[in-house]
């Protein structure tokens, strides 16, 4: 971990300077129920945490935009002029910074003149939390601030979606970039991914934690495993569609699905569609649960979601499932289950602050006994989204 105060030097000596940075600061996400609904018409439940990516940046007197990771200091200085902000495969994670400043000017934002950015990120690297959305929102709250530009923020989480989609090219939805750039302190996001509606849940967590917990395990199947259950999915939608009238697996009540599950003849088709309608109906019962300060309930949400992502939608796999289980088990537990798209990656659990140290203590021991792997605790809480911070940190 790197202080504010390591950055600023960093950035003086990076970009042979004395001029001070601006401070910006774009949280992490996790997604607290909801998984696999978003590209299903359905609703997500995400909040903004507290580890994301900090931007340190000053404005140039020329074309040129310069970028620094403090994560991957043998990369350099990665630099381009702002008229050629073009993919180049070899600036790997630069590429997501030059596609805001590029959809940024091209929807009319101008601006004369470059800057020196530095980026440092604590999220951990394959978490599945969010690093490359926390870092567009990073870029566009630069742009928005270095060059005292308005941008609706909506807009900004958009044109950050466009730079995954179209600049990066990985067809992912709009929930990282919403959650990462909409962000509440101690609060969730109900998201509606079709309509855009949102609404923000209170997250009542008086002597709990939240832990993300992470399976170490490389998520190799995820991409690939991913695109297999989108199509499964819109097969079982075409199912549904030759009798009823919807437009997405979404747009079901529980009682509709079993009403006319009979007509998906694949079974395996069968069981993705209802895992997307019933996790649906959880986030929306997640989010009266909250409203009525009820955290049990909302807990035993996230006990649903896991045993469906595990049994329906298969996509949860033997380190995550040992962890989740694992927590199930402890004392002082109020929910537990795995959080992005799965094969590896993060589970998240509700955790009584008393007991926080034996938890991490038994799951780790579990968790090692059965998989061979270390697994690794963050204690998080619900953040703001991304904003400038400069005036809120001491020099």
């Known amino acids: 971990m790197k202080s504010i105060i390591q950055l600023q030097q960093l950035f003086s000596s990076i970009f042979n300077t ?147 989609n179209e600049y990066i090219g990985v067809n992912s939805g709009i929930m990282d970039q919403f959650a990462v750039g909409m962000g509440k302190k101690n609060h969730a996001i109900l998201l509606n991914c079709d309509t855009m509606q949102y609404y923000y849940a209170p997250l009542p967590l008086d002597g709990y934690n939240f832990i993300i917990i992470h399976t170490n395990k490389a998520r190799t199947l995820a991409g690939s495993k991913y695109n297999e259950r989108r199509l499964q999915c819109e097969k079982a939608l075409q199912d549904f569609q030759s009798n009823l009238n919807i437009d997405s697996l979404a747009d079901l009540t529980t009682d509709t699905y079993e009403a006319n599950k009979h007509l998906i003849r694949d079974p395996i088709y069968r069981k993705r569609a209802k895992h997307v309608v019933y996790e649906n109906a959880r986030t929306l019962q997640a989010l009266e649960k909250l409203k009525q300060h009820d955290l049990k309930a909302f807990g035993q949400l996230m006990k649903e979601s896991h045993i469906s992502l595990r049994d329906d939608y298969e996509v949860t796999g033997k380190e995550l499932d040992t962890i989740v289980e694992a927590a199930w088990e402890q004392s002082g537990v109020i929910g537990a289950r795995m959080t992005g798209a799965g094969f590896g990656g993060c589970a998240i659990a509700i955790v009584k602050t008393s007991q926080k140290e034996q938890f991490q203590q038994q799951v780790q021991l579990i968790y090692q006994e059965r998989t061979e792997l270390d697994a690794t605790f963050y204690t998080v809480t619900m953040h703001d989204g991304a904003k400038e911070i400069t005036k809120g940190v001491k020099a």
């Open 18 to 164: 004395t001029q001070q940075p601006r401070i910006f600061f774009s949280p992490g996400r996790i997604n607290l129920i909801g998984e696999h609904t978003d590209y299903n018409g359905g609703h997500v439940f995400p909040a903004a945490i507290n580890m994301g990516t900090y931007a340190l940046a000053a404005k140039r007197s020329d074309n040129k935009l310069n970028m620094y990771s403090a994560n991957f200091p043998d990369e350099g200085i990665i630099d381009c002029d702002l008229s050629n902000l073009a993919y180049h495969e070899h600036h790997r994670w630069a590429n997501f910074p030059k596609g805001m400043f590029h959809y940024l000017m091209n929807a009319g934002y101008e601006i004369r003149t470059g800057a020196d950015i530095l980026f440092y990120g604590d999220i951990p690297n394959s978490a599945g939390l969010s690093s490359s959305a926390s870092l567009e929102l990073a870029t566009g709250t630069v742009f928005e601030g270095l060059y005292n530009k308005k941008i609706d923020r909506l807009e900004m989480v958009k044109i950050g979606q466009k730079v995954e």
